[in-house]
């Protein structure tokens, strides 16, 4: 009864690869996400979508292209690693529309890039 | 832009002290406030919120309220124990943002035995 799962759980590969990491929630919430956290546990958030459409996209290099397939599946695709790209992702997902609704968060992916 | 500020760990205490987590925000409007927690290799769990000047957020003995005159959302706790042991994570949402969380930098706490 997972709410936010993504898969895999770690990545490792090296650089120059391209790798997905996918994520689905079963919440029924209409907006879902993408997070970086970084070495020192800073979150920033990279993407947004809601139903489906791209609302947010923060200054991401264009080697990140989430595809949103439905509501409840928001996947990321990362072409040409680097190291810096070395991260743990973390998936969220929200329904909107009232004020002040939390998102939830899946357990992460953790890419280490060699 | 909108902009959240909270201690900088690490915070270490004993067991059953009492926890302050200092957080201010700079947003404009009424954002709501959120505290998030992130225990070891897991993804981050809502801990309580507030949608309104006063309102106070409550879960699991900790405590947060809403103050618009210090634009601030301090998290509180009487009587720590190990099992709290976590990163935590103040965040706002402003209306007009597109649903866009904007986090603090996220304090680590430590409690011992």
């Known amino acids: 009864d997972t709410a936010v799962s993504q898969t895999p759980k770690y990545l490792v590969t090296q650089m120059g690869n391209d790798k997905s990491i996918k994520c689905e929630q079963n919440?029924?919430?209409?907006?879902m996400y993408w997070y970086k956290q970084d070495s020192k546990k800073f979150l920033k958030i990279m993407f947004s979508?809601?139903?489906?459409?791209?609302?947010i996209n923060e200054t991401v290099p264009n080697r990140f292209s989430p595809k949103s397939p439905d509501k409840a599946h928001l996947n990321l695709h990362i072409n040409s690693l680097e190291l810096g790209d070395s991260a743990v992702y973390f998936c969220?997902?929200?329904?909107?529309?009232?004020?002040?609704?939390?998102?939830?968060f899946g357990d992460g992916t953790r890419l280490s890039i060699l | 832009g909108d902009s959240v500020t909270q201690m900088e760990g690490p915070v270490t205490l004993s067991e059953e002290a009492f926890l302050t987590i200092n957080c201010t925000y700079t947003?404009?409007?009424?954002?709501?406030l959120f505290w998030y927690v992130q225990y070891p290799g897991e993804g981050l769990q809502l801990l309580l919120k507030?949608?309104?000047?006063?309102d106070k957020g409550s879960n699991k003995g900790f405590e947060a309220t809403y103050r618009k005159e210090t634009t601030s959302f301090h998290l509180e706790k009487g009587s720590v124990q190990v099992s709290d042991s976590a990163v935590y994570f103040c965040?706002?949402?402003?209306?007009?943002?597109?649903?866009?969380?904007?986090f603090g930098k996220g304090t680590l706490l430590t409690v011992n035995p």
């Open positions: 979508y809601n139903n489906k459409e791209l609302i």
């Open positions: 969220a997902s929200s329904q909107e529309g009232l004020q002040g609704q939390p998102q939830h």
């Open positions: 965040a706002l949402k402003r209306r007009g943002s597109n649903y866009k969380l904007t």
């Open positions: 947003a404009t409007g009424y954002p709501s």
């Open positions: 919440l029924g919430h209409d907006t």
């Open positions: 507030a949608t309104k000047a006063d």
